[in-house]
């Protein structure tokens, strides 16, 4: 496991969104071509790897259901294992080929590509194939903030969800979205001239993150009140204790 320089002679010069998965670069002398691949998703998505003695974030440039091409700052070496996440999502991978930033990873199980763009399982619904019409709508709907198409659920059965439920499902929904404005936001940071001309709005981006992070775990806490007084950002934490508004 290492941040080391990839061992593979290839150079991300030359290197495209469609070099993924559990493939590298073809020899013309080295024999019969190998089987068609499974199509790949072109996508830029927020995700980590776990492995022994690494977490790291990375991106998902592409995705297919058996293999993907990830982005990032440190990866296992060729041949090691490791644990791709995605917000509610996992599968484990090993990695067959890395080249600067950019290694390919075939997958152990099938990913379904709509539901890593949802980051969550997803329904398409009866009769809704998943296709890739429908992963661009999943896919836009996320950036939109906006429902799942296809996925809205007729009405539950008349009946009064208890306060403890949907506090626990608030936090989960803040938690979400703290997730989705950090994943905006790494790509913003990513540029330099975002960066240079915005550090201020950046700045307050980030204070965004971390107060829907704190407010869903205290929504989350058995005792509210101590987590309250354990938050470390010292504006928020006044402002929750304040006094009554009315």
């Known amino acids: 496991m290492s941040g080391r320089p990839a061992r ?8 495209s969104d ?10 013309p002398g080295a024999g019969p071509a190998p089987p068609e691949r499974a199509p790949r998703r072109n996508l830029l998505l927020a995700a980590t ?5 690494l977490h790291a974030p990375v991106r998902i440039r592409n995705l297919s259901e058996s293999g993907a091409m990830l982005e990032g700052a440190v990866f ?4 090691e294992p490791f644990t791709l996440r995605r917000a509610e999502l996992s599968i484990t991978a090993t990695v ?13 199980g099938v990913a379904t590509v709509a539901d890593w763009v949802a980051g969550k399982r997803v329904d398409p619904g009866p009769g809704a194939g998943r296709n890739q019409q429908y992963v661009d709508r999943v896919q836009a709907a996320v950036r939109a903030g906006t429902v799942y198409p296809d996925t809205q659920q007729p009405p539950a059965p008349a009946g009064k969800m208890s306060e403890a439920d949907l506090t626990a499902r608030l936090a989960q929904e803040l938690a979400y979205v703290k997730r989705l404005l950090e994943a905006v936001g790494d790509e913003l940071t990513d540029d330099g001239l975002i960066v240079q001309k915005h550090s201020r709005s950046l700045q307050d981006f980030d204070l965004a993150c971390q107060i829907l992070g704190h407010l869903a775990a205290i929504l989350a806490a ?9 938050v470390a950002l010292q504006d ?5 204790q304040r006094g009554a508004i009315f």
């Open 236 to 240: 928020l934490r006044a402002r929750l």
């Open 49 to 53: 790897i776990d492995a022994p003695g």
């Open 96 to 108: 067959v080929w890395r080249a600067g930033s950019r290694c390919g990873v075939r997958l152990d």
């Open 76 to 79: 296992p070496d060729i041949g």
């Open 18 to 27: 469609d070099m993924s998965g559990g493939e590298a670069p073809s020899d």
């Open 222 to 230: 058995p005792d509210r009140g101590a987590a309250v007084d354990a």
């Open 8 to 15: 593979s002679n290839l150079s991300d010069q030359g290197l």
